[in-house]
Each structure stands twice: as C-alpha cells, then as structure tokens.
Antibody
Framework: EVQLVESGGGLVQPGGSLRLSCAAS????????MSWVRQAPGKGLEWVATIKQDGSEKYYVDSVKGRFTISRDNAKNSLYLQMNSLRAEDTAVYYCAKGQSSWIEWGQGTLVTVSS | QSVLTQPPSASGTPGQRVTISCSGSSSNIGRNTANWYQHLPGTAPKLLIYTHNQRPSGVPDRFSGSKSGTSASLAISGLQSDDEADYYC???????????FGGGTKLTVL
C-alpha cells in the first residue's frame, strides 16, 4: 500500500523558514516524479513544485521561485520542500503527491501558517 | 485568477446527470492531458479522471471525462449525495512549465 506522510508544518513568522518532509513507502520511490500541491484557506488547489526521479529537473510555480526548493533523497525514500522568506500568502495545507501531474496517491497534508 | 476556467458552482438532484466544464488554451489542455480531482474538506484530493477520460481503479463509471480542443468536461451521472464536493481540473502547461488548476467547482446535491 502506497503511503505518503508529510511532516514539518507549523507556525512561522513572515520572513522565516520551514522545511517540509514527505516519507514515502509502498512503492519504488526512485522511479517516480514527485510533487507538492497546496491549498490556502478558502482557496482552491495550487501546484507548488515537481521534481524528476533523479532530481535533475525541478519545476516551480512562479510565486515560489527563488524562495522554495524541492529536493529528494532516494536512499531515504523522502521528498522535501525547503521554504524560505515565507509570506502570509504561503499559509496553506501542503500535500505531497506521487507523480508529475496525474496524482493518484496523496499524503494527508501538513498545515503551514505564516503569521506574526 | 486561474489559468483554467471552471464554473464556481454546479448543482443537481439525486439521479441526475451534471457536467462541469474546464476551459483552457493551446498550451495546456490543447496540448496535454486533462485530469480531474474530487476534494472534500479535510481530506486529500482524489484523482477521478486522467488523460482526459481514463478512470483509476475504484472510481465508479458514473464519472466520465471528455476533451474537445482546448476544453475538457467532467460528467457525473446518477448523482448521489456523496458526490457533493469540490471538483478541480488540472493540466500541464507548456508555456508556464508547470501544472495549472481550474478554480474549482462546488457541486451541491439538492
């Protein structure tokens, strides 16, 4: 059974940093693209970033370019999202999802709140 | 403002058929596959349709998808109260080099 478990969310002040993790199990992690998707309170779903199997290609939504970094450790079956210079508008539930753009498996999400 | 355009709301009575539209452009739906997700508050989104009209295992055949040009549609037949949720279309956009979503359609079962 595929499992994706996010962690690392919490309350952070504007301008601060946070690192999200996603522990994957139940599939060959190194064979799949992986992505982060978020949903701000009262808003719709928004794709955040995607990374290729070997980490050689990374794509970001414009609003996080230069501030967020997606990475992975295939030896640890883990996906990461380093978030710097956080803004109030980054407040959202962050989901990790298996795949490049068709996501069958999702984690349960982790809440990031950016507030002073 | 979302790159893909969906109606903000839709409704139907139990047993009815409803259709949700998703309008895109040549750089997304016109060139790449459209996917549809069902999202209930507090839960992870669920993939309903991928590659325009394919259903993952476990998704009832009451859900179907189609594409015409730069638009896609999700149809739900035999509407049930459990279908009340938010529905999102999504596709890879070659110009933006990323996935774009529609703004979501809130489906109400009357």
């Amino acid at each position: 059974e595929v499992q994706l478990v996010e962690s690392g969310g919490g309350l952070v002040q504007p301008g601060g940093s946070l690192r999200l993790s996603c522990a994957a199990s139940g599939f060959t992690f190194s064979s799949y693209w992986m992505s982060w998707v978020r949903q701000a309170p009262g808003k719709g779903l928004e794709w955040v970033a995607t990374i290729k199997q070997d980490g050689s290609e990374k794509y970001y939504v414009d609003s996080v370019k230069g501030r967020f970094t997606i990475s992975r450790d295939n030896a640890k079956n883990s996906l990461y999202l380093q978030m710097n210079s956080l803004r109030a508008e980054d407040t959202a539930v962050y989901y990790c999802a298996k795949g490049q753009s068709s996501w069958i498996e999702w984690g349960q999400g982790t809440l990031v709140t950016v507030s002073s | 403002q979302s790159v893909l355009t969906q109606p903000p709301s839709a409704s139907g009575t139990p047993g009815q058929r409803v259709t949700i539209s998703c309008s895109g452009s040549s750089s997304n739906i016109g060139r790449n596959t459209a996917n549809w997700y069902q999202h209930l508050p507090g839960t992870a989104p669920k993939l309903l349709i991928y590659t325009h009209n394919q259903r993952p295992s476990g998704v009832p055949d009451r859900f179907s998808g189609s594409k015409s040009g730069t638009s896609a549609s999700l149809a739900i037949s035999g509407l049930q109260s459990d279908d009340e949720a938010d529905y999102y279309c999504a596709a890879w956009d070659d110009s933006l080099n990323g996935v774009v979503f529609g703004g979501g359609t809130k489906l109400t079962v009357l």
